[in-house]
T-cell receptor, first 111, second 112 residues
């Protein structure tokens, strides 16, 4: 079946450093790629998304890149802060249906 | 704008019992989703509604799970009978256009 692989499963960085999380997807019909942040015991919250007609999108310290040919997309967080510590999920959606989530990356930002 | 409302927040039941969860999406959102999130894993889609019609329930264990969205607004998800492996957080989400949806706070189900 279709799937989304996410790496790494755990990431530890020093405050101020950058963090990169990578995802690959298998469904070539996927055209929408959101990223969610989930703090402990809380709901996932959308932090940024990208559509297949765009290669890169940036919002302050967060950016997402998409390589449709290779079927992978990445989340980049610059100047990390302790409050960035959370679990991050990527997802891929094909035509508004069948959104598949990655397994998540637990990010630790050390002060 | 009000968020996605879910109840109850927590539920503990014994295996083989029945349980129901309720979701009220953001007003005007046509698409409603139920996800199951097992501890340490990503959310898994159980069912997706567009208004009051089902558009994807391929991963819903239909022998024990059922869901409905009457009148295209509120939705209920039922498990009957529950198994130990159903212990998870059940998240409801809604979207105006099938993208970038908003999650509710979820219902944490423990089956003992």
């Amino acid at each position: 079946g279709e799937n989304v692989e996410q790496h790494p499963s755990t990431l530890s960085v020093q405050e101020g450093d950058s963090a990169v999380i990578k995802c690959t997807y298998s469904d070539s019909a996927s055209n929408y790629f959101p990223w969610y942040k989930q703090e402990l015991g809380k709901r996932p919250q959308l932090i940024i998304d990208i559509r297949s007609n765009v290669g890169e999108k940036k919002d302050q310290r967060i950016a997402v890149t998409l390589n449709k040919t290779a079927k992978h997309f990445s989340l980049h967080i610059t100047e990390t802060q302790p409050e960035d510590s959370a679990v991050y999920f990527c997802a891929a959606t094909a035509g508004g249906f069948k959104t598949i989530f990655g397994a998540g990356t637990r990010l630790f930002v050390k002060a | 704008e009000a968020g996605v409302a879910q109840s109850p927040r927590y539920k503990i039941i014994e295996k083989r019992q029945s349980v129901a969860f309720w979701c009220n999406p953001i007003s005007g959102h046509a698409t409603l989703y139920w996800y199951q999130q097992i501890l340490g894993q990503g959310p898994k889609l159980l069912i997706q509604f567009q208004n009051n019609g089902v558009v994807d329930d391929s991963q819903l264990p239909k022998d024990r799970f059922s869901a409905e969205r009457l009148k295209g607004v509120d939705s209920t998800l039922k498990i009957q009978p529950a198994k130990l492996e159903d212990s998870a957080v059940y998240l409801c989400a809604s979207s105006p256009n099938r993208d970038g949806y908003t999650f509710g706070s979820g219902t944490r189900l423990t089956v003992v």
